[in-house]
């Protein structure tokens, strides 16, 4: 009646942003993401009190503010008849702040749920389940490189390749520690409905998942770094020309552009990638990796750098 799981972040190297299905959240593009090692979300799913609500605990206090999603992960998971819950969750890196924490999260609760009722489920229908709480949730059951596919009227989820397949390493930039203001699912629903650039950016997604799966595939670090960068700058784009525009960016996140560009001039093996929050994912070679550390740490604004490798897919680490 209870389960501990850990989910590890994900980053979209190709992004989704816009939803088809609101109600079954389905999203509109596929997308392909790594899944990072040092960063990550425990959850624990308790089953066996007789409680009459959902108690979320998050990092050792309650937490009212993001119950309702986590009850209704759990209602997916269990049906709505289940019993109520017993859930502690503890990150070891800023939630909300555009790092992915809703990807662990949600993979995290998703199998801890799963592994409290004792179902046996594959790894798809947890993919499955944890993306309809959360899209790219779906990504964090596969380590190193995940591919979720949009099938036309369900997702599928393909690994591209292990975390030892090729070992990139991710410099985290962090530029700003509170929660961002506007939370992806609603800043993609105004996208959807009011960027004029939304149409052609679900229209050419295909093409960069083509280029940016063949990049892995043969380990070309140029053509993922410059597919990479062109996505994620479009989403942005998209994200600019909303109305109300969002501009998840600050001084700093540019800064680290900068800084990175004068890199990639040295010859330097790094790219960068941005979600919706300021922080800059910086992703680079073995070999460069202390030289984008250093250089992002000295660079004005950031507040913090972090470390990682690539990581391994969401696991069960105890069941009673
Ligand atoms: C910019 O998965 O958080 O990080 O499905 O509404 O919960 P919901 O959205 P979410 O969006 C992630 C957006 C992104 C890009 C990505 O991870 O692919």
Redesign the pocket.
């Given at each position: 009646m209870q389960a501990t799981a850990i989910a590890q972040p994900?980053?979209?190297l190709?992004?989704?942003?816009g939803?088809r299905d609101i109600d079954r959240?389905l999203?509109a593009v596929g997308?392909i993401?790594i899944t990072l090692s040092e960063l990550h979300t425990e959850v624990s799913v308790d089953l066996s009190g007789d409680q009459p609500v959902d108690v979320l605990i998050v990092n050792g206090e309650e937490n009212q503010q993001m119950l309702p999603r986590l009850s209704a992960c759990l209602d997916r998971v269990l049906g709505p008849t289940r019993p109520r819950a017993n859930i502690q969750s503890n990150c070891n890196f800023p939630i909300a702040a555009?790092l992915?924490s809703?990807?662990s999260a949600?993979a995290a609760t998703t199998l801890a749920a799963a592994g409290a009722a004792n179902l046996s489920l594959s790894t798809q229908e947890l993919a499955r389940l944890a993306?309809a709480?959360?899209?790219?949730?779906a990504?964090s059951f596969y380590g190193g490189f995940a591919e979720?596919r949009n099938t036309g009227d369900d997702i599928a989820l393909t690994s591209l390749g292990d975390e030892e397949s090729w070992p990139l390493q991710v410099v985290v930039a962090i530029t700003e520690s509170g929660p961002k203001a506007t939370?992806?699912?609603?800043a993609?629903e105004i996208s959807r409905k009011s960027s004029p650039f939304y149409d052609s950016w679900v229209s050419q997604q295909e093409q960069d998942l083509v280029l940016a799966r063949d990049a892995i595939a043969g380990q070309d670090f140029t053509q993922l770094a410059s597919i990479a960068e062109h996505n994620c700058l479009k989403?942005h784009s998209v994200m600019w020309a909303s109305r109300p525009p969002m501009v998840f960016w600050n001084a700093a996140t540019v800064q680290c552009l900068e800084t990175l560009r004068r890199l990639q001039g040295e010859g330097c093996r790094v790219f960068f990638t941005i979600?919706?929050?300021p922080q800059v994912k910086a992703v680079c070679l073995p070999d460069d990796a202390d030289s984008v550390r250093q250089a992002l740490t000295a660079t004005p604004g950031v507040l913090n750098v972090m470390m990682s490798r690539l990581g391994s897919a969401a696991r069960l680490v105890q069941e009673r």
């Open positions: 994900n980053i979209a190709i992004k989704y942003w939803k959240n999203p997308s993401s555009g992915a809703s990807a949600f993306g709480s959360s899209g790219s949730a990504r979720l939370g992806s699912t609603e993609m989403m979600d919706a929050g």
